[in-house]
Nanobody
Framework: QVQLVESGGGLVQPGGSVRLSCAAS????????MGWDRQAPGKQRELVAA???????NYADSVKGRFTISRDNAKNTVYLQMTSLKPEDAAVYYC???????????????WGQGTQVTVSS
């Protein structure tokens, strides 16, 4: 059974920084893409950032230049460094990974349980 566990959320002041982490555990054969989505109250879930197995990254326009996604393949972990935070960045952040738990299956997406980021003074 594969589990994704996030950490690092909390209350941050506007202009502040926080780093989110998401570690995958369980039976994992390979991980291709990793990423972060977010959902604010009353809004649709949106892609924040993604990173491929080769290290190519993609960001939502609203976070470009402020957020940085990275991964540690040895630890099956993805990070999201968030800087210059704005009140509109407040949301529940979900990590996701496209992975295979066995050499005999196709890849599939898995999500974490979500971690709350609140941006307020």
């Amino acid at each position: 059974q594969v589990q994704l566990v996030e950490s690092g959320g909390g209350l941050v002041q506007p202009g502040g920084s926080v780093r989110l982490s998401c570690a995958a555990s369980g039976s994992i054969f390979s991980i291709s893409s990793m990423g972060w989505d977010r959902q604010a109250p009353g809004k649709q879930r949106e892609l924040v950032a993604a990173i491929t197995s080769g290290g190519s990254t993609n960001y939502a326009d609203s976070v470009k230049g402020r957020f940085t996604i990275s991964r540690d393949n040895a630890k099956n972990t993805v990070y999201l460094q968030m800087t210059s935070l704005k009140p509109e960045d407040a949301a529940v952040y979900y990590c996701n990974m496209r992975l295979r738990y066995s050499a005999h299956v196709l890849s599939d997406y898995y999500w974490g349980q979500g971690t709350q980021v609140t941006v307020s003074s």
